[in-house]
């Protein structure tokens, strides 16, 4: 929530010097954009309620929405009335849940994004082949308890380099690491480099698992922090990515970052004395937030948002297949 100080932010006097930087790319990624398309169709073709097994994305504004128009979100499927339709998250889940949706007769649709999917793919194999998995993530997400799942005797999580000495292996020599997509690429290679010192044999996944999106805004986020006096992120605190931001615009030189769901939560006091403001949004959420903290800002005498381009996107991944088979069988497709 905004603090109403009662008197007005000290701003700069020459507006000449003030400038506001936004990041592109910034916001929805291919997979949260896949992912919330997904239950807006299933709204549409099924009609609600649809049931969705956690948040579909880390955004409290997203899940609001889809509330409106008929989504359903529980934490587990002993939730879901049998024979209901549910609709997994962007996050994936582990084959338990699959059994178990498949056990009550539920209809599923399965939303993972693709580049976790490939996270799941790769921890099979590596169990396939009896390596230790070193898992680099924050216990109690959704992905990686996700991943975990399958492969639970072989999987070790690792939340940062002091979780390394920790850990015990069944032979050093057949070590791999996999990592959340979402986390932090400079903190996850710290992490990887205190477990090849530990284990000089360990395999990398075949491709890097911090996924092109994370990637991209962590690199925006440096070229627009270096000069900024405030950073304000985008995004919710469940956001994994979205924390992330704050942290790196911070180590990139930012005078201050801060999280924000929407643009009421931006403090008055923030803006004391503040020239230069950078702007960015974690990837699940919607560009309306962020115009409405451009908005804040243009109200308080900030002159238009000047975008700073680091990387172009063009990915976009096909709907579930369940789902799309049942847009073509409704000529909806």
Not at 230 to 246: A, Q, T
Not at 274 to 295: H, I, Q, R
Request: proline share 5%; aromatic share 4%.
């Amino acid at each position: 929530m905004s603090v109403d100080l009662g008197t007005p932010a000290v701003l700069p006097t020459d507006e000449a010097e003030r400038a506001v930087l936004l990041a592109a790319p910034r916001g929805y990624c291919a997979g949260v954009d896949r992912a919330v398309i997904t239950v807006e169709k299933a709204l549409d073709l099924y009609g609600a309620p649809v049931y969705v097994r956690k948040q579909i994305v880390h955004n409290k504004h997203v899940v609001a929405t889809l509330e409106s128009r008929g989504a359903v979100f529980v934490e587990e499927l002993d939730e879901v009335p049998a024979g209901a339709t549910v609709v997994f998250s962007a996050h994936g889940v582990s084959p338990a849940v699959h059994e178990q949706a498949q056990a009550r007769g539920l209809k599923t649709i399965d939303a993972t994004c693709p580049l976790v999917t490939k996270v799941h793919h790769e921890a099979k194999r590596f169990a396939a082949e009896d390596y230790d998995i070193l898992l680099i993530g924050h216990a109690g997400h959704e992905e990686v308890e996700g991943t975990s799942g399958e492969a639970p005797a072989h999987i070790h999580l690792v939340e940062g380099p002091d979780d390394v000495a920790g850990v015990e292996v069944r032979d050093p020599d057949k070590v791999a690491w996999l990592s959340q997509t979402t986390l932090s690429v400079d903190e996850t290679m710290e992490t990887v480099r205190a477990i090849r010192a530990r284990f000089p044999h360990l395999l990398d996944p075949p491709s890097d698992d911090i996924c092109y999106a994370t990637q991209n805004r962590q690199l925006a986020v440096k070229e627009i922090a270096q000069d900024a006096d405030l950073v304000i992120v985008v995004g919710s605190g469940n956001s994994s990515n979205s924390v992330r931001l704050v942290e790196v615009a911070l180590e990139s030189g930012a005078g201050a970052s801060y999280r924000v769901d929407d643009a009421s939560e931006i403090r008055e006091e923030w803006l004391d004395g503040v020239a230069t403001v950078s702007v960015t949004s974690g990837a699940s959420v919607p560009e309306d937030l962020v115009d409405g903290v451009l908005a804040h800002l243009a109200e308080r005498g900030y002159p238009d948002a000047r975008a700073v381009h680091s990387a172009e996107e063009s990915l976009i991944f096909a709907l579930p297949p369940e789902l799309r088979k049942d847009l073509r069988t409704a000529g909806r497709a």
